[in-house]
């Protein structure tokens, strides 16, 4: 579980600085090159994701 | 946009975020009403719109101050820790952000498309309906659980995760015009058996993060070009609606320790019954 949640955590990190750059726009408004609210979204995410890791973590060794 | 219209809006805004009738469905209805040309997609009243939702999430936080110092501490501790325990105020806080996660997700992919889609106030009306349809729903199944069999209510920080996540997706339902936030997570919070009182704290804790993180996120409309002229009027307007906003939660809070949702619903099913009857001879659109 532990190496899921970093997997998901890179994914989204990944996928948040993509939306930053605005080299993605995926059911983003076309009217803005760079995406705030969907950046703020995945790192947020990405976040969660690292904080999921670390109690994955702690669980595997008592 | 006249002051007058800046003040109304600012305290109609406060106020329709909290009380479970639908904050968007009001602000579209009662300027269509009232026959004011504002226009929803103009920046600078999107801008003002922004101010008006940061300033009812800073009176959230005012008026649940002491309980987000507790939860943010036990939020923290939690991390450090690296281990979810029993106690009350961790339990409540990780509740909180899985709660937030659906909303959050449908709330950046939805929101714009959806208000684009069903911005009428036809659309608006229809919704208030439903909106008190829910409430009513809700409340019925409360009593025949709670009252007629006798069912326990459950404490908050005993809900389940998976219920958790139920109450933020219902909370994702206000993303339709004239469905209320706080209506639908209230009526989510008591299907999973939680009392007014512990459903209405749960839907205003969760409801704070979502207003403000979107308001945060769309304060840089703000200094995009020309808005600037309107700052005035979103600073007093803010400061309106995050007062209207603080007071509403304090009567809210108190109302729902004796009392229960139908009375917002017989007003949001007559009142949109009104709005859709007028819209439909063409009165208002």
């Given at each position: ?62 | ?177 004239g469905i209320s936030r706080s209506g639908a997570s209230i009526v989510a919070g008591l299907a999973v058996d939680l009392d007014h009182e512990d459903a209405a704290r749960y839907s205003f804790l969760l409801a704070t993060p979502v207003i403000g993180a979107a308001a945060l996120i769309e304060l840089p409309r703000l200094w995009e070009g020309g808005t600037h002229v309107i700052a005035l009027q979103a600073l007093y307007g803010g400061i309106l609606a995050g007062i209207a906003a603080y007071l509403s ?37």
């Open positions: 579980m532990k190496y899921v949640a970093l997997v998901i955590a890179i994914v989204c990190f990944v996928i948040a600085i993509c939306y930053a750059l605005g080299v993605i726009g995926w059911f983003a408004d076309p009217a803005h090159k760079h995406h705030v609210s969907h950046f703020v979204l995945f790192a947020v995410l990405g976040i969660l994701a690292l904080v999921w890791m670390r109690f994955a973590g702690e669980r595997a060794t008592p | 946009m006249s002051d007058l219209q800046a003040i109304s809006l600012a305290i109609l805004q406060g106020v329709s975020e909290l009380f479970p009738v639908s904050s968007l469905g009001h602000t579209i209805l009662v300027p269509a009403l009232l026959h004011w040309s504002v226009n929803r997609r103009d920046p600078t009243f999107l801008a003002f719109v922004v101010v008006l939702h940061l300033g009812t999430a800073i009176a959230l936080v005012v008026f649940y101050r002491r309980e987000w110092v507790a939860l943010v501490r036990a939020l923290v501790r939690s991390i450090m820790r690296g281990r979810l325990s029993d106690e009350r105020d961790e339990r409540i806080a990780w509740l909180l952000v899985v709660g937030s996660i659906p909303v959050g997700i449908l709330g950046v992919y939805l929101e714009s498309p959806v208000r684009n889609l069903l911005g009428s106030a036809a659309y608006a009306s229809i919704f208030l309906m439903i909106n008190a349809l829910i409430m009513f729903v809700g409340e019925f199944f409360r009593k025949r659980q709670h009252e007629d069999r006798g069912k326990r209510y459950k404490r908050l920080e005993a809900m389940k995760w998976i219920e958790g996540v139920a109450v933020g997706l219902a909370q994702s339902l206000a993303l339709l015009p939660v304090a009567f809210l809070t108190k109302y729902f320790q004796r009392n229960d949702l139908r009375p917002f619903g017989w007003y949001c099913l007559v009142f949109g019954a009104l709005c859709l009857w007028l819209s439909y001879k063409g009165v208002i659109s």
